[in-house]
C-alpha cells in the first residue's frame, strides 16, 4: 500500500485555512494512489494553539470544521488529521481517523510535555487508551508526539494489536534536534518490533520553527524513508509486507539548518500576521547585516527597507560597508542622521545634565531616537520592525529599552554572537551577500568615541561559551568555573544575566533556534535574590 504523509504548514486559528490544507493534499494523495494520509499533530488547528485551547467555543469550531472535513475526503482514502477534541469537561489534543465521510476513531494522547517551551498540562488532559485502525489490510496504531518518548503509549498500540505504528507529530526546531528524534523512535521501534511512520509540522509559529525531516523507519531500526527539512508538501512512502520504503533525503548541515530555520521563522511571522514589508536599521555591523540577509531570503529585497542612522561616533567604513550591502542585496536603503534630533535632545535636558559628564545616559538616548525613526516609518507604511540584538547581548543586557529592543520580531534573539559570524560566512557561500569587513571588523555600538564591545564585555567566545553552559545546561558558576573559565569571568558573565532578565521580559519575541532561548522555554523572575554558588 501508499502512505502519504502531509508535512504541513499550519497556522494557529486558521481552521478553514487549514482544512482547506488538508482537503488539498487528500486530492493529492488520492491521484497518487495512496489509501491513507497522516496529518501531523494538532493540524487542523496549528500548534501550539496555547491558551486557545482553554475556549470552549474553539473545541466547538474544530468539531465542526473535523465533521465538515470528512465529508472533503475522496473515496477510498483514509484520513488520520490531528486536533484538539473536548468531550465534557476534559480537553484532549487527538487525532482522529476519518473515512467516507466518517470519522471511525479517535486517539487521545496519552504523554502531555510539561518542559522547554511545552506547557500541555495547562491545557490538555492525558488520554489513556490505545487507538488501533485497519486500512488496506494493515492495522495502524496511533500515537503522538511525546507518546513515543516513553515506552508505554507503542508498546500498549503493539499490544492492542498494531502493525506499525504511526506518530503525528508537531515537533519543534533546534539545532541537532532529527537525530535526537531518530533516537528516541528507534528506541520504540527496538520496544515493539513495530516500524513507525513519524510525521511532522512545518513552518513558522511565533518563537517556534517546525522543521518537518519526516521518517520513517523499518522494524530493525534501519532508516527506511527520511524527508526534506522545512519544505511543506506531500511524501509517498511505500509498506509492503509491513516494511516501509520511500526516499531518503540527505539533510542539511547544523548551520545551514539553523539558517534554514531563521528564514523560515520570518517568512511565516511576516506572511501568518498580515504585514507587507519589513524595516531594519543597518548600522555596518554584523548583526544587522545578517538580520538583513535573511530578511532579503525570507521576503524578497522589494519587502526589506535598511535604514543607516549615523551619529556623530559612526565611522565612515559603517557607512560605506552599510551601503555597500544594501545596494548589493537590492532593498531600499535610506540615511536618516540623528545628530539633529540628538542635539535638541540634549539642549532640552541641558539643566538638568549641567556639569554632569557624558555616559550610558547619552549613549541611550541615541540607539532610544533610532527606535523613535524606525517606528514612526513602521507606523506610516506598515513595515515590521525586525530588531537586530543576537542572543550574547540579550544574555548580557547589552542592549538598550526602547532603542534597539524597540520592534516587532528579534531575529538572532537566540542566536549567540560567535555563531552570527559563523552564519554570515555560511550566508556568503549562497552568494555574495556580506562585505568581509563587516564579517572581520571588532564589533562596536558606535555610541561613544573609539568604542569597542570588549570594553564591557569579555570576549565573545568567552561570553558564549559561559551563557550556554549557564543559560542552556543550568551549571552552576562554581561548576562553570571547575570546566576552566576564569572566574573573574563566570562572575561577570553570570552578574549581567541574572540582572537583564527585566529588559528580556520587555523584547520582542525572537526565533528559537536552540535547546533553551531566552522567550517560552526560559521563565525567571525579575525579582530575584537567589545567587548561584
Not at 520587555?506 to 548561584?532: E, L, V
Request: hydrophobic residues 45%; negative net charge.
Amino acid at each position: 500500500m501508499k502512505i502519504a504523509l502531509a508535512q504541513l504548514n499550519a497556522t494557529v486559528g486558521d481552521l478553514a485555512g487549514n482544512a482547506d490544507l488538508i482537503a488539498e493534499f487528500a486530492r493529492q494523495a488520492h491521484r497518487l494512489g495512496a489509501q491513507l494520509l497522516l496529518t501531523p499533530e494538532m493540524a487542523l488547528c496549528g500548534y501550539p494553539p496555547e491558551d486557545l485551547a482553554l475556549r470552549p467555543d474553539f473545541y466547538d469550531e474544530n468539531a465542526r470544521v473535523l465533521h465538515e472535513l470528512a465529508g472533503r475526503i475522496p473515496a477510498g482514502l483514509t484520513l488520520v488529521a490531528g486536533h484538539p477534541l473536548r468531550e465534557g469537561a476534559r480537553r484532549f489534543n487527538a487525532a482522529s481517523v476519518l473515512r467516507d465521510g466518517a470519522i471511525l476513531a479517535t486517539y487521545r494522547k496519552q504523554l502531555l510535555p510539561n518542559h522547554s517551551v511545552f506547557d500541555e498540562m495547562r491545557t490538555f488532559d492525558a488520554g489513556e487508551d490505545a487507538c488501533v485502525f485497519e486500512c488496506a489490510g494493515v492495522r495502524f496504531g496511533l500515537n503522538i508526539c511525546e507518546d513515543i518518548w516513553e515506552p508505554g503509549p507503542a508498546l500498549q498500540a503493539r499490544d492492542a494489536g498494531a502493525q506499525c505504528l504511526l506518530a503525528l507529530n508537531a515537533s519543534p526546531f533546534h539545532a541537532d534536534k532529527q537525530p535526537l528524534r531518530l533516537q528516541v523512535a528507534r528506541a520504540r521501534v527496538m520496544e515493539t518490533g513495530l516500524p513507525l511512520i513519524y510525521a511532522n509540522l512545518t513552518g513558522g509559529q511565533d518563537e517556534l520553527v517546525f522543521d518537518g525531516a519526516s521518517f520513517a523507519l523499518r522494524a530493525d531500526g534501519a532508516l527506511a524513508a527520511q524527508f526534506p527539512m522545512f519544505d511543506p508538501g506531500l511524501l509517498v512512502l511505500d509498506l509492503e509486507h509491513g516494511c516501509p520504503a520511500g526516499p531518503i533525503t540527505e539533510l542539511p548541515g547544523n548551520e545551514a539548518a539553523i539558517y534554514q530555520a531563521l528564514v523560515t521563522g520570518v517568512r511565516d511571522y511576516v506572511a501568518k500576521n498580515g504585514f507587507p514589508s519589513v524595516i531594519l536599521g543597518l548600522s555596518g555591523g554584523i548583526d544587522s547585516a545578517l538580520t538583513m540577509a535573511v530578511a532579503v531570503d525570507a521576503l524578497g529585497a522589494d519587502r526589506v527597507m535598511a535604514v543607516m542612522m549615523p551619529s556623530e561616533f559612526t565611522a565612515g567604513i559603517s557607512l560605506e560597508d552599510a551601503e555597500e550591502m544594501a545596494r548589493g542585496l537590492g532593498v531600499r536603503y535610506d540615511v536618516q542622521a540623528i545628530k539633529p534630533m540628538y542635539d535638541v535632545f540634549l539642549a532640552q535636558l541641558s539643566d538638568e545634565f549641567d556639569g554632569l559628564p557624558f555616559d550610558l545616559t547619552e549613549e541611550n538616548i541615541q540607539a532610544r531616537i533610532r527606535g523613535v525613526v524606525l517606528m514612526a516609518l513602521s507606523n506610516k507604511f506598515g513595515h515590521l520592525v525586525l530588531t537586530t540584538g543576537n542572543k550574547s547581548e540579550m544574555a548580557s543586557g547589552y542592549a538598550t529599552l526602547y532603542g534597539d529592543m524597540a520592534g516587532g520580531l528579534a531575529v538572532l534573539k537566540d542566536v549567540a554572537k560567535t555563531l552570527v559570524w559563523r552564519l554570515s560566512r555560511y550566508r556568503n557561500t549562497l552568494s555574495p551577500a556580506i562585505p568581509e569587513r563587516i564579517i572581520t571588523r571588532p564589533p562596536t555600538a558606535e555610541l561613544r568615541a573609539d568604542q569597542c564591545d570588549q570594553d564591557s564585555l569579555p570576549a565573545y567566545e568567552v561570553l558564549d561559551a559561559i551563557m550556554a553552559r549557564y543559560v542552556e545546561q543550568d551549571m552552576a558558576p562554581r561548576d562553570i568555573i571547575a570546566a576552566g573559565y576564569r572566574p573573574e569571568d563566570v562572575a561577570l558573565v553570570v552578574r549581567l544575566i541574572d540582572r537583564s532578565e527585566y529588559k528580556r521580559r520587555q523584547s520582542p519575541p525572537g526565533i528559537r533556534i536552540t535547546p533553551r532561548g531566552f522567550g517560552r522555554d526560559r521563565r525567571y523572575p525579575i525579582t530575584n535574590k537567589y545567587r548561584a554558588p
